[in-house]
């Protein structure tokens, strides 16, 4: 069964840490993205990447920067956590011009106090 | 301001009754997707539809496009318990491979 792994369902973090979620799949994806999704605001895009070592900014990257050193491995990495980034954080992928759609992961509830 | 316009945004209705959900845009998308999301979870893709006018039925479920490929509808007959979720529509655009997400439409079916 063709998947997306993230690495944690919940987090909880101290303002100011460095926070790394992951996010594999194992369906050999060019294309990965990371979206955090809010209540009333829906899914907004961070970043995403198209090929390995390739990034490129979304809609609300502030904050933020990825790692993608393998295919398979999208790493979304908070520099330094704020209470305004306490979100459900979803990685997805998918193939070629996007057809099939994305395939998306459980997601991450991140809160940071 | 979201690219795609869903409504309602919320709705609670009686198992057994049929609903009509809109995602809307000034946009032109080369496809559309519909998905649902389960509290916890991440969306599941429902359907991909390509050509102007096209209908698709999935069970209880039937998609359209609209012939301008700006809009999409998502009509649900007779509906259970379990289409409870969270309705997401997504477009992508001739460039690019990137879905731009509706802003969702929140299902309750009661039992």
């Known amino acids: 069964d063709v998947k997306v792994t993230q690495s944690s369902r919940y987090l909880v973090k101290r303002t100011g840490e460095k926070v790394f979620l992951e996010c594999v799949q194992d369906m050999d994806h060019e294309n990965m993205f990371w979206y955090r999704q809010d209540p009333g605001l829906g899914l907004r895009l961070i970043y995403f990447s198209y090929d390995v070592k390739m990034k490129e900014k979304g809609d609300i990257p502030e904050g933020y920067s990825v790692s993608r050193e393998k295919k398979e491995r999208f790493s979304l990495i908070l520099e330094s956590a704020s209470t305004n980034q306490t979100s459900m954080y979803l990685c997805?992928?998918?193939f070629g011009q996007g057809y099939y759609g994305y395939t998306f992961g459980s997601g991450t509830r991140l809160t940071v106090v | 301001t979201q690219l795609l316009e869903q409504s309602p945004q919320f709705l609670s209705i009686q198992e057994g009754e049929n609903l009509t959900v809109y995602c809307n845009s000034s946009?032109?998308?080369?496809?559309l997707q519909w998905y649902r999301q389960e509290p916890g979870e991440g969306p599941v893709l429902l359907v991909t539809?390509?050509?102007?006018?096209e209908v698709k039925k999935l069970k209880r479920l039937t998609f359209q496009f609209g012939d301008a490929r700006k809009d999409s509808s998502l009509h649900i007959t007779a509906a259970q318990p379990g289409d409870t979720g969270l309705y997401l529509c997504a477009g992508i655009k001739n460039t690019g491979n990137q879905f731009y997400f509706g802003t969702g439409t929140s299902l309750t079916v009661i039992p």
């Open positions: 997805a992928s998918s």
């Open positions: 946009s032109v998308f080369s496809s």
């Open positions: 539809v390509v050509t102007g006018g």
